[in-house]
């Protein structure tokens, strides 16, 4: 099956920095990725799409300008958590849309704490 | 209203039981239909897809769809101690290039020894 990975898979940091966070496809090329929030005890929330070589889109309540995406290239995406506050401890989990556009396959996510 | 509705459980069932999973929706547009395994601390795993109503088997799991209801549900055949994850339902509605996927709460299962 298809592999995604993530990096890193933890990460602590200090109020006011930024965390950037790698999304790759290790096996396959995917056009669309996926970037998905999770809290404790709820389901995954979609936050952006990420289509290589163009802007990504956001969604509702989701600030672009705080959450930067870029996907550079087939294999790689990166969503970087600028000023990051304790409210954006989280999980954070990709996926990337395979040869079949129906199905997702998911990363390992990164767990995201800020003190 | 949530468009998709999943009981969170927690469902404790013991080793060799068949475990139901269900989920409900509300948005007709839902074509597919999908089943993610989630172990804690880790990214979802896609289980089944479907995008037809019926059942579709795949070993131990059996998927089942019935639009006409807005009903699916998971069987799992045969429990073992490490089916036990959080089991999430997950719909697209059609199959543009977006593909936006709406995920239920999640319904964390415990298969006791």
């Known amino acids: 099956g298809a592999v995604v990975s993530q990096h890193p898979s933890r990460v602590i940091c200090k109020s006011g920095t930024s965390v950037k966070i790698e999304c790759r496809s290790l096996?396959?090329?995917?056009?669309?990725m996926f970037w998905y929030r999770q809290f404790p005890k709820q389901s995954l929330m979609l936050m952006a799409t990420s289509n290589e070589g163009s802007k990504a889109t956001y969604e509702q309540g989701v600030e672009k300008d705080k959450f930067l995406i870029n996907h550079a290239s087939l294999t790689l995406s990166t969503l970087t958590v600028t000023s990051a506050h304790p409210e954006d401890s989280s999980f954070y989990i990709c996926?990337?849309?395979?040869?079949?556009?129906?199905?997702?396959?998911f990363g390992p996510g990164t767990r995201l704490t800020v003190l | 209203q949530k468009e998709v509705e999943q009981d969170p459980g927690p469902l404790s069932v013991p080793e060799g039981a068949i475990v139901s999973l269900n989920c409900t929706y509300s948005?007709?547009?839902?074509?597919?239909f999908m089943w993610y395994r989630q172990y804690s601390r880790k990214g979802p795993e896609l289980l089944m897809y479907t995008y037809s109503s019926g059942n579709k088997e795949d070993g131990r799991f059996t998927a089942q769809v019935d639009k006409s209801s807005k009903y699916i549900s998971l069987f799992i055949r045969d429990s073992q101690p490490s089916d036990s994850a959080t089991y999430l339902c997950a719909m697209i509605a059609g199959s543009g290039g977006y593909q936006k996927v709406t995920f239920g709460t999640g319904t964390k299962l415990q298969v006791i020894p």
């Open positions: 096996d396959f090329q995917a056009t669309t």
């Open positions: 996926s990337a849309a395979g040869t079949a556009k129906d199905t997702q396959y």
């Open positions: 948005n007709s547009a839902f074509q597919y």
